[in-house]
């Protein structure tokens, strides 16, 4: 010990040994116990706590971002719980009751489908128009429903708008308003 001190300055001593305290700290944080939340029953009435549980603890639920994507809307997650709750009878659900339900829907023929859906949604939130992603991005817009009539038109205005460097949502919601504005006019 006495020939550290007299190779390091007390002050970078004092350093090391708050680092490391902390280092220990941080590393000996419990790990989140799935089993315990798949066993605690669903307060139904608190579905912002249901909520927070799925986003914060999917990896136990045996759910991925696109999962999350589908099953954790609330209006869908109200639906499910309500619909589980009913199938139970005794008014009680947990989370792994919730769990296996999804789970048992995901090997549902009609699952792919609306995942790959979800999954193009997911990309063209994200993806920003450039001439050069047009070709790639053509197949993510078949999937979420772009009528290949339109998509001569789209992109024509993608090509118009591209200094915005809109995402393609924008631009589809764009590209919408702008068929629905122009849609009594070529009534007339």
Known sequence: MKQIRQVLPPRLIVFIGVFTCFCIDASAQVAFNCSKLLKQNIAVENQQEVLANFNKHADCLGLDSVDLRIYSDGPVLGTLLLGRIK???DGKITYGDISTFINNAKKDTGYTSVRNLVIAQMILEKRRFTPGNWESSLKYLKVVGMPDADMEA?????LEKQEHHWTYRQLIVGYQMKREAEAPAKGN
């Open 87 to 89: 199938a139970k009878g």
């Open 154 to 158: 789209f992109h024509k205005y993608l």
